[in-house]
């Protein structure tokens, strides 16, 4: 990270939203790390009707050309992350594995790989950063209970370690850099719910877009973590700072609760994982898998 005094002076930020609207980054190009992965992909559908021009960024590219700017890069590789980086105003970080593995691979690329994606923003003077952080920076927490986007990090897994790593992360380069950083708790990010844990934890292809919009234009933005889930009859992660942001949630799990419901025969029973902590099932060690449970019960989309 290049020292702070290369950078305009700036006091530490109140977290959350403060009165000067100047830190918008409404205009210019936003890098779109993990262009081509699940959230990528509702992103790559969806931002670019709202007037914004993406610049996709991941190892390799979908088959299917979908007509916008393309960067075949590693973020663990300055170089390649500094010519992706030039003139864009805003970066969205996708990038990095999306479940429990061994702590090597998430060091390389959840870790050093998300520092350098920071540090490449400040080197480039991006004005906002929005990091995909998840619901397992917070898992370890109980369901049911309300969950504030901004509830202290307990996570569930090195996964969710890895995560807390950059909202951490985020918080230093705001305060220390003056950059405007988002972190959204990412749920479940699906086309559809898909396990009964879903109808509280969804979050759907278009609030995805939605959300990420919110937080790219959000005025006054300093620091902040936001829970990242859809308007759920049965949710319990609070929305109201995503909202104050500009977010507005229009879709709803309880659409698919009876389809759900009937094919798994009934609500889920108390001591299930799933009913019992905010990550869910990996919260709970899996011998076969050091520190937990993969992420996701959600289907990538197609590209």
Request: aromatic share 6%; with cysteine.
């Amino acid at each position: 990270m290049p020292p702070a005094d290369a950078h305009p002076a700036r006091q530490p930020a109140a977290r959350g939203l403060d009165r000067d609207p100047s830190t918008a980054a409404s205009t210019g190009t936003v890098l779109l790390t993990g262009a081509a992965g699940a959230v990528g992909t509702f992103l790559r559908r969806g931002l670019p009707a709202l007037g914004w021009h993406l610049r996709c960024l991941d190892l390799v590219r979908p088959a299917r050309d979908d007509g916008l700017e393309w960067v075949t890069a590693d973020i663990t590789r300055p170089a390649e992350l500094a010519a992706a980086m030039a003139e864009a105003s805003a970066v969205v970080h996708l990038a990095g594995i999306p479940g429990e593995t061994g702590f090597d691979r998430l060091l390389h690329t959840n870790i050093d790989g998300t520092y350098r994606v920071f540090e490449a923003a400040v080197r480039a003077g991006v004005r906002r950063f929005v990091y995909a952080s998840s619901n397992h920076a917070v898992g370890r927490h109980r369901a049911g209970a309300p969950l504030d986007g901004a509830a202290p990090v307990r996570p569930d897994s090195l996964y969710g370690v890895s995560k807390a790593f950059g909202e951490a992360l985020g918080a230093y380069v705001a305060d220390r850099f003056g950059m405007a950083v988002a972190g959204i708790r990412i749920g479940s990010c699906c086309e559809r719910p898909t396990r009964l844990r879903h109808l509280a934890t969804w979050l759907s292809p278009g609030d995805t877009v939605r959300l990420v919009h919110a937080m790219l234009t959000a005025p006054g933005l300093t620091y902040a973590t936001v829970n990242g889930v859809s308007a759920n009859t049965r949710g319990w992660w609070e929305l109201d700072s995503a909202r104050a942001m500009g977010y507005q949630p229009q879709d709803d799990a309880e659409e698919y609760a009876q389809e759900l419901l009937a094919g798994f025969g009934g609500p889920l029973a108390a001591d299930d994982p799933d009913a019992m902590y905010a990550g869910g099932r990996m919260a709970v060690p899996d011998p076969a898998v050091p520190g937990g449970e993969p992420s996701g019960g959600c289907a990538a989309p197609q590209a």
